[in-house]
């Protein structure tokens, strides 16, 4: 059974930089795509990019001017970036994994823990 | 990019009851690509239904899903009072390669 755990920093100051690993345990880092996907308190749920393990990447495009995803396959982890943080960017953040057994990668069956980011001067 | 809506916002029933959630595709989409999420406060989303109709596992055969096209809907029968929650429904795009959620429903006890 595959589990996920993630930590970064939980405060940040506007224009700061958000930064949030996740370690991937229990199950194969190869042959899925891990994703990262926000919520704003009381709000729903944005996606804001992927990687597989080579580096392969796609981002939501109204965040990709800001977004950075990297990946260490040597620890199974996989971390974000999101640069120029402003108070709309509060929201617990979610590492995932894709579902890519049906050969394309459509939804996510593993979910970290989630990190509540708050963004505050 | 597909704008999915969901309706209604809220549903009101009481346990034992049916409840029937809905998700709009702002254009159609392959049936391979929709999923559906159940939501508990201070929880991370759980996947209940991927490729529209197929359940995940460990989920209760009192949910399904259906729906084709644009329409999707997701079912659940005899409801129990751990079932009250919010749900998400959520579908992929491959040009460009990108996830989206619905909005939510909320589904109270009334």
Redesign the interface.
């Known amino acids: 059974q595959v589990q996920l755990q993630q930590w970064g920093a939980g405060l940040l100051k506007p224009s700061g930089t958000l930064s949030l690993t996740c370690a991937v345990y229990g199950g194969s880092f190869t042959g899925y795509y891990w994703s990262w996907i926000r919520q704003p308190p009381g709000k729903g749920l944005e996606w804001i990019g992927e990687i597989n393990h080579s580096g392969t990447t796609n981002y939501n495009p109204s965040l990709k001017s800001r977004v950075t995803l990297s990946v260490d396959t040597s620890k199974n982890q996989f971390s974000l970036k999101l640069r120029s943080v402003t108070a709309a960017d509060t929201a617990v953040y979610y590492c995932v994994r894709e579902d890519c057994s049906a050969g394309t990668c459509s939804h996510f069956d593993s979910w970290g823990q989630g990190t509540l980011v708050t963004v505050s001067s | ?1 597909i704008v999915l809506t969901q309706s209604p916002g809220t549903l009101s029933l009481s346990p034992g009851e049916r409840a029937t959630l809905s998700c709009r595709a702002s254009q159609s989409l392959s049936s ?2 929709l ?1 559906w ?1 159940q939501q508990k406060p201070g929880q ?4 209940l239904i ?2 529209a109709s197929s359940r ?1 596992t460990g989920i209760p055969d009192r949910f399904s899903g259906s729906g084709s096209g644009t329409d999707f809907t997701l079912t659940i029968t005899r409801l129990k009072p751990e079932d009250f929650a919010v749900y ?1 429904c ?1 579908q ?1 795009g ?1 040009s ?9 429903t909320k589904l109270e006890i009334k």
């Not at chain 2, 991370?44 to 996947?47: N, T, Y």
């Open positions: 990019e391979s690509y999923a999420y991370a989303p759980r996947l991927y490729g995940a998400y959520q992929y491959s460009p390669p990108g996830y989206t959620f619905g909005q939510g």
